[in-house]
């Protein structure tokens, strides 16, 4: 079974970049399509971004598209997430998840079996 440990969430000022790592251990990490999401305070879990087994495939929410880019390095056991042009309705509580069997177009967090403990990721306006 797979477990995920997220980090390089911080408190940024609004326009800056964060690049984010969610670390894998624990199974064959080019097994599983990872994807990103946030929970703002108070409010629902948001999908984010997405990635397929071994990059062939890609997936952004539409609040991000163009500013964050999603990668991964299956070598390493770690997918990426690169945010650029952060605003501070991006604050949020960041979390990655894995599972074999999803595909990156469904967005839904129940389509992922495999969660981390989130990094948390403050933008200052």
């Known amino acids: 079974q797979v477990r995920l440990a997220e980090s390089g969430g911080g408190l940024v000022q609004a326009g800056d970049s964060l690049r984010l790592f969610c670390a894998a251990s624990g199974a064959t990490f080019s097994d599983y399509s990872v994807a990103w999401f946030r929970q703002p305070p108070g409010k629902e879990r948001e999908f984010v971004a997405a990635i397929s087994q071994h990059s062939e495939d890609s997936n952004y929410g539409d609040s991000v598209k163009g500013r964050f880019t999603i990668s991964r390095d299956n070598a390493k056991n770690t997918v990426y997430l690169q945010m650029n042009s952060l605003k501070p309705e991006d604050t949020a509580l960041y979390s990655c998840?894995?599972?074999?069997?999803?595909?990156?177009?469904?967005?839904?967090?129940?389509?992922?079996?495999?969660w981390g403990q989130g990094t948390q990721v403050t933008v200052s306006s």
């Open positions: 998840a894995a599972d074999k069997w999803t595909i990156p177009s469904r967005t839904e967090p129940h389509r992922y079996d495999h």
